[in-house]
């Protein structure tokens, strides 16, 4: 317990009001990143001290405070730490067994176990394991069977995967500042990986620049000695792993290999004490192999150094093979590799968001849910990836394997009726099929979502009646029980409006995926050289800049400052994918009437930073109509291919010529009529002019 902790916790029991003791907790001030000591914390921080003075409360909770800091304040279990003994572990250290966990646990921490005479384990449980496994799986489906412990580590087009940072979804580099030290470094072999790996971390990220400068070329690498220099060719002469340490203590200071490793402990562990003991037997040892004293003490000072961020090399080897065999994987079996990776983040909307977008940047197709082709998982089919019917909102896997199990036993589905007799969608609910509607999953049945919609209580309620035939094996008099029953009569309803059917959509699958509301305005907004996102992020230089790009809002999250101004979030996606928007005060009050989520806006943004990790401030807003009404399409041309269609489309056109002489955007409309009888189309010219801008198709 901690003095900002324990002050928190003693205001409480005292019941002093919230408010005061966070106020008092703040006083306390912070060193490096802990915070000082109550005592300390009274006699530096004179406002502490006069709070005491003016209320005998909070002089008692400070005395109190004192007391009990720096005592446990529960039990905690390591999360991946596991010891082993020689004989029963009550005779060597007592334990505790917490009633939610199943394995008892020591009452030593982690380094009193080990001088208790345990062996110390850390046993840890990564996912990226699974994706593996899992990608593995799917190409065996297609006959390829592959040891990814026997790929080759020297293969070229995974090494140029690293250089051009195409990591999305790569164990250990999939972050913005990863791949941004992926495009300096341009690794070539698995150990500029594995240094990249202990490298890249608070404190040895300083020496990523030079790393990779030497690396290639742009910085002249400065020699330490001769009898070390060897052992630092791998890492570009930086001090980089314990081991390092080890063979530099043995070649230069004649350490033994016992003794080098009680020195990597110390320097591990963050010992001072023991480094303090071992520096002169370091300088000694230097002396003895003829090392000039001011450059043993230079060699010293820089291991010292080293204490504060050493990492162990065979921990970062095992973390950058896992990552090469990713990146090998994504480089050679991209569409494999994708959904594998998308099957991990079932239920993460916004880790979906983003596997999406990187698929359809690599020019892998994904297809949106379907009763009759996907399956629960994200699976694989002749080179597209199907989505996963388990990935929608408040959808269940386990009642989507039941939709999938009914597929396979009886083939695909031949209508809505067909699939409400053979899957029981009582047992499924209402919410998930819901969610199957909105989302397309059932267009293979039923192109009218709309009508599928309004109709789902009937068709629930018949399908729970055939299941209730089913059920009580009373066979009907012509045929079996499930064909006795008439099916319900779905209503003639008009189908959801494009943009609607894409609100649906995204509502159901989380973001937009068979199209996206500003595919439509494409042509205009580039005439208007209004770019994507990516276009934008790609264009930013090293400091950052200005510019115009287009998005569907999709949610605002509005906070306070310390100050008290209001200030917000704004969540956008165009087709290239999602992205986020700050908006200070200022641009609030001028813009809020526009940030209502569903519109298309054109922004005006200050990039600061370039890149990917680059921050975005809102500096204009505007609707994407206003911009792009002078540059509207041309015309429209509407594709007929059932009769049923022609009085929907006969409203929709009397109310764009209504619209069409106030309008601006307005233009000719062609008739695509297909004619089954001969396999051909006839095109009917309309008379007359009609609004025909995107938003209103």
Known sequence: MLSKAAVRDVARVLQMPYSQADRLSKLIPVEGVKPVSVARARKEEPRLEEEARKDETVRTMLDIAETVEGLYRNASTHAAGVVIGDRPLVELVPLYRDPRAPMPATQYNMKWVEQAGLVKFDFLGLKTLTVIRNALDLLKLRGIEIDIGLIPLDDEATYALYGRADTVGVFQVESAGMRDALRQLKPTCIEDIVALVALYRPGPMENIPKFCNVKNGREKRAGLHPLIDPILDETQGI?????????????????????ADLLRRAMG?????AMDEERPKFLK????????TRKAQEVWDLLDKFANYGF????????????????????????????AVMNLDLHLTDKLNVFVAECRRAGIEVEPPCVNRSAAAFTVREGRILYALGALKNVGVEAMRTI?????????????????????LKAIGKRPLDMLVRAGGLDALEKNRARLMQGLDRLIDYSAAVAAEKGSAQAALFGSSDEALPPPRLDAIDDWAPMDRLREEQAAIGFYLSGHPLEDHLPALKRKRIRTHAEFIASTGALGGTGRLAGTLSAVEFRKSAKGTRFAFIKFSDTTGAYEVMAFADALEQFEALLEPGRNLVLTVDAEGGGEGSRMLLKGVQAVEDVTADAAPSGLRVYVEEEAALASIRTCLESARRQGATRRGEGPINLIVAVPENDREVEIALPGRYAVDPGTQ
């Open 239 to 259: 001090i980089v792993y314990q081991e390092q340490v080890m063979e530099i203590a043995r070649r230069m200071a004649g350490y033994s290999l016992g003794g």
């Open 269 to 273: 562990k963050k010992i001072q004490a």
């Open 285 to 292: 040892g230097a002396a003895e192999n003829g090392v000039d």
């Open 312 to 339: 162990n090399k065979s921990h970062a080897a095992a973390y950058a093979v896992l990552s090469y065999q990713t990146a090998w994987l994504k480089a050679n079996h991209a569409v494999e590799f994708m959904a």
């Open 404 to 424: 999938e199990a009914a597929r396979g036993e009886g083939g695909r589905f031949s209508d809505v009726f067909d699939f409400a007799r053979r899957v029981n």
